[in-house]
């Protein structure tokens, strides 16, 4: 069962044990979240851990080549605490197809020109649909088979969620599945869509340089 906002006005408490009562009930197997900032999925798993509660297991997150914000903190705790991350708007509302550009709406009967969401940052968004398409065309595919490609290229992210208009769209995002980016052609990708490092991000950086990667901590079973 896959929450899917977050209401700051109910007590995360109220929240999870309500969710657990689901689960011990038999009514749902699983509990996930969506649009939940990282600082309050780790309170909720560490009330489920101190009560004996079922815990979230799984982020629905928006996530895209041209919109990295998650790996600053989702990604980090999803790693760390093993939860799975399902990708919602993984082309960003058709923005990714390859079907828009600089000074272009794209065509009339797209998503993204009925209902410009979820909010990009256009001149990262280009960049990247360019260097989609230069790999695209190399590899003959289409630009949104690389975006998705390059999604399912990081193993912290579980499964995306694609909202194809047609069977020939659907075709193709399936397709995307099957398309197995080489390490430079993610490097290439990675490259150009890094988003500017933030604070404390950068300084932890700094301050890890020369040590080991931490060791990964297996929670208990709940």
Known sequence: YQMHGSDMAVPVVETMRALDDLVSQGLIRYVGMSNWQAWRLMKANAIAYHRGWARIESIQAHYT?????????????????RL??????????GLLS??????????????????????????????CVDAMRAIGER??????????????????VTTVIVGAKN???????IAASALDLTAQEVA???????????????????QAQGR???????PPAS
């Open 65 to 81: 080549i041209a919109a990295r914000d998650i790996e600053r903190e989702i990604v980090p705790l999803a790693t760390e605490e």
């Open 84 to 93: 799975g991350i399902m990708v919602w708007s993984p082309l960003a509302g």
């Open 139 to 156: 590899r003959g595919v289409s630009v949104a088979r690389v975006a998705l490609a390059w999604l399912l290229s990081k193993p912290y």
């Open 212 to 218: 080991p990667p931490p060791r990964r901590q297996v």
């Open 167 to 173: 069977t020939e769209q659907l075709a193709d995002n």
């Open 188 to 206: 290439q990708l990675d490259e150009v869509s890094t988003p500017r490092a933030e604070y404390p991000g950068w300084m932890v950086e700094r």
């Open 98 to 127: 390859g079907k828009f550009g600089p000074g272009s709406n794209g065509p009339e009967d797209t998503r993204r020109v009925q209902l410009d969401f979820p909010p990009v940052d256009r001149e990262m968004a280009w960049k």
